[in-house]
């Protein structure tokens, strides 16, 4: 098993756009979920947003109706649009997928190793 691998990071004013993708090594009926994490300098990390293989999704309260979580099962990817971006949205963004059954005994979380997003004011 090899670490997910996150892109499409950098910086970007605030109201602008950017959308983070997420290849997962593992195909997607071995994935039983995937969230996308953040971590501001100072700070802990914290989910962002969850989405789980029967499609069904969560968000943490500051960034609903901004951001959404996708996957394209096809493909082994997903995927955070997020609009409207605030400065407190800065920070080191990771994906992590929760990998189980077929491919392991027992469900493992594998990370990437993060993407930046900057917000300037």
């Known amino acids: 098993q090899v670490q997910p691998v996150e892109s499409g990071g950098g910086l970007v004013r605030t109201g602008g756009s950017l959308t983070l993708s997420c290849a997962a090594s593992?195909?997607?009926?071995?994935?039983?979920?995937m969230g996308w994490y953040r971590q501001a300098p100072g700070k802990e990390r914290e989910l962002v947003a969850l989405i789980t293989s029967g499609g069904g999704t969560n968000y943490i309260d500051s960034v609903k109706g901004r951001f959404t979580i996708s996957s394209d099962n096809a493909k082994n990817m997903f995927y955070l649009q997020m609009d409207t971006l605030k400065p407190e949205d800065t920070a080191v963004y990771y994906c992590?997928?929760?990998?189980?059954?077929?491919?392991?005994?027992?469900?493992?979380?594998?990370w990437g190793q993060g993407t930046q997003v900057t917000v300037s004011s």
């Open positions: 992590k997928t929760d990998v189980g059954r077929p491919c392991l005994d027992q469900t493992v979380a594998f």
């Open positions: 593992e195909v997607s009926i071995c994935i039983s979920e």
